[in-house]
């Protein structure tokens, strides 16, 4: 298979349709991206790496660091992290407060703000050095160290932090949250404002596409069995409230952030990340969902 040919030809034909969309600006210092960068870096399993036009410029991963996130936490307590945090989609805005009070507390799946705030949270209970170590372990999956935290993006979602305060407080309200509220949005803030290359960040997912095992970090991230679970959550709950539109269209598991970015697996196969700040209203970069999409059609394959 000619990855490389494969997604030239892609990168060429979102190119030339140019879909706009409209870059993030309720967390203003996203809004001072060039929105014209556009990236494709994908990774085969034998570690082969494929890249095209901006897959080697460090972007705002957002909430694609969920993913990470909730394998570390996953990792310490198994199955008993789904009493705090549900595996349904949620049909519903990434920040919904009214969502989570319907829900008695109890987010709707890990990736949504609520449920990765009660990850961040579990994190803060096991973990000395949060930060510290969620960069560490980024760093491990890639094979290298490349995860650098833009403080300016960090502070600038700090200072207009009111709904993710909102949705942490009402967590402790139904007592679904151990530690100070403050502490883990410091955290939360910090891996949302991470910063990776395309390809980089592909490296990091694609023990997901490996069962479990990442060739970068030479050791098992993850059982199989939990792998398979982490795609299975990425595929119905990983691109906020369009995640069935993704599945129709692209068939693969993955996450999206809102830096424009998205990290996907075709397990057994390849990881891949594709970025270009412009957003659909949904949320999703309208250029990434576009390229994935040409991508699976001219592959023949996806997960289906
Ligand atoms: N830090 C962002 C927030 O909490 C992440 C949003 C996203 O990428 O989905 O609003």
């Known amino acids: 298979m000619d990855y490389q040919k494969i997604i030239e030809e892609v990168y060429q034909e979102v190119q030339s349709e140019n879909k706009r969309g409209k870059v993030a600006d309720y967390i203003p210092e996203l809004a001072n991206v060039n929105p014209d960068q556009f990236g494709i870096g994908l990774v085969d399993l034998e570690g082969n790496v494929f890249g095209v036009g901006d897959y080697e410029v460090p972007f705002s991963i957002q909430s694609i660091s969920k993913v990470h996130t909730l394998v570390m936490v996953f990792h310490v307590f198994k199955s008993k992290l789904w ?20 829900e008695k507390g109890v987010p709707r799946n890990p990736f949504i703000n609520a449920g990765a705030l009660v990850i961040t949270d579990a994190l803060c209970s096991k973990f000395e050095n ?14 290298k160290s490349c995860v650098r935290i833009n403080s300016s993006v960090k502070e600038s979602e700090k200072n207009h932090a009111e709904r993710n305060t909102a949705l942490a407080y009402f967590l402790k309200a139904y007592q679904n949250f151990e530690n100070e509220v403050d502490q883990v949005l410091d955290v939360y803030f910090s891996h949302c404002a991470m910063e990776m290359s395309c390809l980089d960040l592909a490296r990091s997912f694609s023990f997901l596409a ?9 050791r098992e991230i993850v059982s199989e069995s939990h792998a398979r679970r982490i795609n299975a959550l990425m595929l119905t709950c990983g691109f906020y409230d369009e995640a069935g539109e993704f599945a129709f269209r692209v068939g693969l598991p993955g996450k999206s952030g809102v830096g424009g970015g998205v990290a996907a697996v075709m397990p057994h196969k390849f990881s891949i990340a594709v970025w270009s700040p412009e957003l659909n209203e949904k949320g999703n970069s309208v250029k990434a969902i576009r390229a994935l999409e040409l991508l699976t059609d001219k592959l023949s394959f996806s997960l289906f």
Do not use: H, K, M, T
């Not at 949060?130 to 094979?143: D, F, R, V, W």
């Not at 490996?210 to 030479?218: E, R, V």
């Open 210 to 218: 490996n069962d479990g095992y990442s060739i970068f970090a030479n």
């Open 130 to 143: 949060p930060i510290e170590q969620i960069s560490a372990y980024i760093n491990e999956l890639s094979g």
């Open 83 to 102: 009493s705090r945090v549900n595996v349904e989609p949620s049909g519903n805005p990434f920040n919904s407060i009214a969502q989570l009070e319907f």
